[in-house]
């Protein structure tokens, strides 16, 4: 439940709720959102329009106000940053440096976290033996793993793929022991009756029951992985968007640095995007199972 | 009964008046007609039930009643008021009970002394002595301080029933009250709840009852009149006179004449019934 | 044969020495692996890490650096409080606010409480009130997010039922929908006290690192002297360990308080 809220948003857990709340009784209803198709104004994409046109409007006048363009350089300036780094191709490298760190980092948590969830969720020797260390180690966050593991890795890159893989091993194995635990026994109980071998069943019944939970436990990976990354580079690291925005901050150019946070968000949010196509496309049963989304 | 030597009886308590409603569906604009020119008396003191088959708008036709929503034609009144809205003369008792999870048993029966109209006026003794009597009344005594997620199925709607009596309302508006209990409780509730009524009381002195149901024996064991509906739009088909004596025990299930009312009710509706599940 | 018996038997242990057997062998690996370094090595040992504790208690830096980190927590966590749970109410009761302010705090949701340092340093400097702006960032979007479903998600059957027992608006917001967000916003303050934890340290770590040190304090400031100055990996790894620590209270002590609020969701 907690590990499906973090990879919801505000708004759709509110539509959730008033959807199985209109589905409850025929004559609950908003009155006030009946609405027409068509008119534009009430589109989706003009609602974001508007929103951002609203906010960067306020962002400029704040600009003003405080006419300081290196505490608060306008929206302009920021864009005209953008685009100059995106012209030099510095806003990509250091994106894809990032990005590179990411993937790597993740695939490592995968290969670990992901057979480790199967086996502690299937043999209870091996989680009686195993869940100790690993509710030992979870509450020290990745971020306290920086000073240490500077001095281990020194300042570069494998810091920040260290400090990842950690961050995303944990709701990685716990989602997965969560999934597979979660596996319909009279499923299994089921396929035995037809006569299944048990790897068989493992494939096609304990595999499918707990894709869904790793998945999601894959979308919380990422974006606690996304957080520590920034963190991580910044302290550790000569290169990457967290060194980046750093960097600009001490040359006091705010307009690149502001430029740079844009783009971790983009990422951030472009990535969660795939990621959730991806959920919905691999595995499309999940909703009938209350894991949505 | 001789109508005629009932003086009082001119004014219905309920009257509705070419009643409908109909439901716009936000996405599509697409429009269901739910309940269609429903013309219906209730008069004071009638326990009087609707059935009919599901999704055939009984439960928008009370939601309307209770002012919960509002119809799209025609006409609702109470003692020849204009029904606008939500009021506490006009109790409901919910299908699912809707009892306040965070609220003690105590609590929710004096919620609406507490929170809302009824308690105007009274002090907090009084409140609780009337809380107190409703308790004891479904025979909750004892568990006052338990929470609902503590409760059976069955004390959970003797929660509900004393709940909404505190309130003192005249009219009682009950959705399927019993629909979610098993079959013993829920026949056990039935002699109960017309104790509760006052069926061994003056009939002046009964509160009105407009109770929904899908039983159709349920129907005819606790209702003055049954009001058969039909459905797409919904609408009133039939309404049939209980003329069963009161006070009515166990044993009239096994009379004829119960027989025969619940298979005159049920030829009513079977066909739509049969069509709803095909 | 003999294999099955084995596991049998290992079956048969008691599930504390099970549970006590890998962090055991480990503690003991570690301080084997350090004992056969020369004794200039800065590695940490477990039995140094030991003694490190008892000196940095004894002393007081420890107890002081960790209140002064858990006071900013608390600051900047109000901070969140007030701030997501009052959008959150307004988010959560109106459709309309809801559409217009969603587009904007799901496109900052994705930036990284670090990310928002150098701004926060640019405007308040180095001291304090960078890192509260870090910690109530951070706190801010797990609240407003927990609140809002808590909000939009109650019981359109009670309130209704509340109206038909004639309690007007105002009363009803009051004695069924904040009752009935209540359990969502706990979970919310929980969730938000842990990664309000997660960025003080962050926060207090890259101001320390950024800023040279000394000036703003708290056990993150603690662990980059230690990595930068005295280069006290034992050091380094008794404030891990305070932090865990002090992360496993915050979560047991808001799942406490949530059971003992919320008595009738048990």
Not at chain 2, 214 to 224: C, K, M, P, Q, S
């Amino acid at each position: 439940m907690v590990s499906l809220m973090e990879t919801r948003t505000a708004k759709e857990l509110a539509e959730v709720a008033s959807e199985s709340d209109v589905d409850r009784k025929a004559g609950a209803r908003y009155p006030g959102s009946v609405r027409a198709q068509g008119r534009f104004w009430q589109a989706r994409w003009f609602i974001v329009v508007r929103a951002f046109s609203v906010f960067i409007g306020i962002w400029y006048l704040v600009a003003l106000w405080v006419a300081s363009p290196i505490q608060m350089p306008s929206p302009f300036k920021v864009l005209e940053a953008l685009i100059a780094l995106g012209r030099t191709g510095e806003l990509f490298d250091h994106a894809l440096i990032s990005a590179t760190r990411l993937v790597i980092s993740l695939v490592i948590s995968t290969l670990i976290a992901v057979p480790l969830g199967f086996l502690m969720a299937m043999n209870r020797e091996a989680n009686a033996f195993i869940d100790p260390i690993v509710e030992l180690l979870r509450p020290i966050s990745g971020i306290a793993w920086i000073p240490l593991g500077l001095f281990i890795f020194g300042v570069g890159g494998t810091l920040p793929i260290f400090i990842m893989a950690y961050v995303a091993f944990f709701p990685l194995l716990l989602n997965t022991i969560d999934g597979v635990k979660s596996i319909d026994r009279k499923l299994m109980s089921a396929a035995e009756t037809m006569g299944v071998s048990r790897s068989a069943r493992l494939l096609h019944i304990a595999v499918p029951a707990a894709l869904p939970s790793v998945m999601v436990g894959f979308r919380i990976a990422f974006a606690s992985a996304w957080a520590a990354i920034i963190a991580a580079e910044l302290i550790g690291s000569p290169s990457g968007l967290g060194f980046a925005i750093e960097w600009y901050r001490q040359l006091l150019m705010s307009p690149k640095v502001f430029a740079f946070i844009a783009m971790i968000g983009a990422i951030g949010y472009l990535c969660d995007l795939g990621l959730r196509t991806l959920q919905h496309k691999l595995t499309p049963w999940a909703e009938g199972m209350g894991i949505g989304q | 009964m001789n109508v005629a030597t009932m003086p009082s009886k001119a004014q219905p308590k309920l009257r509705l008046r070419n009643v409908s409603k109909e439901y716009v569906a936000p996405r599509t604009g697409q429009r269901t007609l739910a309940v269609s020119d429903f013309t219906l008396d209730v008069r004071a003191g009638e326990f009087l039930c609707i059935v009919g088959p599901s999704g055939c708008g009984k439960s928008t036709v009370l939601n309307m009643i209770a002012g919960l929503d509002q119809p799209t034609g025609g006409d609702i009144e109470m003692d020849g008021h204009h029904v606008r809205g939500p009021g506490a003369e006009r109790g409901v008792m919910f299908q699912d009970y809707a009892l306040f999870p965070w609220k003690s048993v105590r609590d929710n029966v004096g919620f609406g002394l507490r929170h809302g109209t009824p308690g105007a006026g009274l002090t907090a003794a009084e409140r609780n002595d009337r809380v107190n009597h409703f308790v004891n009344m479904v025979g909750l005594a004892g568990a006052e301080a338990k929470f609902p997620h503590q409760l059976s199925g069955g004390m959970k709607q003797r929660v509900a029933l004393a709940r909404l009596l505190a309130n003192g309302p005249d009219v009682l508006l009950m959705d399927e009250p019993l629909g979610a209990l098993d079959a013993q409780t829920r026949m056990v509730l039935q002699v109960e709840l017309l104790r509760i009524w006052g069926e061994a009381a003056e009939e002046g002195d009964r509160k009105t009852v407009v109770f929904i149901t899908h039983g159709i024996d349920e129907a005819v064991f606790l209702a003055d009149r049954v009001v058969v509906m039909s459905s797409h739009p919904g609408r009133v088909s039939a309404v049939i006179d209980i003329d069963i004596p009161r006070p009515r025990r166990e044993s009239i299930r096994s009379e004829p004449r119960f027989g025969q009312l619940t298979d005159e009710i049920w030829s009513l509706i079977r066909d739509e019934a049969y069509q709803a599940i095909a | 044969m003999t294999t099955a018996t084995q596991t049998s038997r290992i079956a048969q242990l008691p599930p504390a020495v099970k549970a006590v057997t890998l962090p055991a062998l480990l503690i003991v690996v570690w301080q084997i692996w350090a004992m056969t370094l020369p004794e200039t090595s800065p590695a940490p040992a477990p039995a140094k890490v030991v003694q490190s504790f008892i000196e940095l208690t004894a002393s007081g830096d420890l107890v002081w650096s960790t209140l002064q980190s858990l006071g900013r927590v608390l600051a900047g966590f109000c901070v969140a409080l007030v701030l997501g749970l009052s959008l959150g109410v307004l988010m959560g009761a109106s459709r309309a606010v809801r559409e217009n302010l969603d587009p904007i705090i799901e496109s900052f949701r994705p930036i990284a409480p670090m990310a928002i340092l150098p701004i926060a340093i640019l405007w308040f400097g180095t001291g304090t009130p960078a890192a509260l702006t870090i910690v109530a960032y951070a706190a801010f979007f797990p609240l407003l997010v927990n609140t809002v479903y808590g909000v939009s998600r109650v019981d359109r059957q009670l309130v209704r039922a509340a109206q038909t027992m004639g309690v007007n608006r105002l009363r009803t917001i009051a004695t069924v929908i904040v009752p009935a967000a209540v359990p969502s916003v706990l979970l919310g303050s929980r969730l938000a006290m842990g990664v309000a934890w997660t960025a003080i340290i962050a926060a207090e770590l890259a101001v320390g690192a950024k800023s040279g040190g000394g000036t703003s304090g708290g056990i993150g400031q603690m662990m980059f002297v230690f990595y930068a100055y005295s280069i006290d990996l034992n050091g380094i790894v008794v404030c891990m360990i305070v932090v865990g620590v002090i992360a496993l209270m915050i979560d047991r002590l808001f799942r406490v308080a949530e059971h003992r609020l919320l008595p009738w969701r048990n």
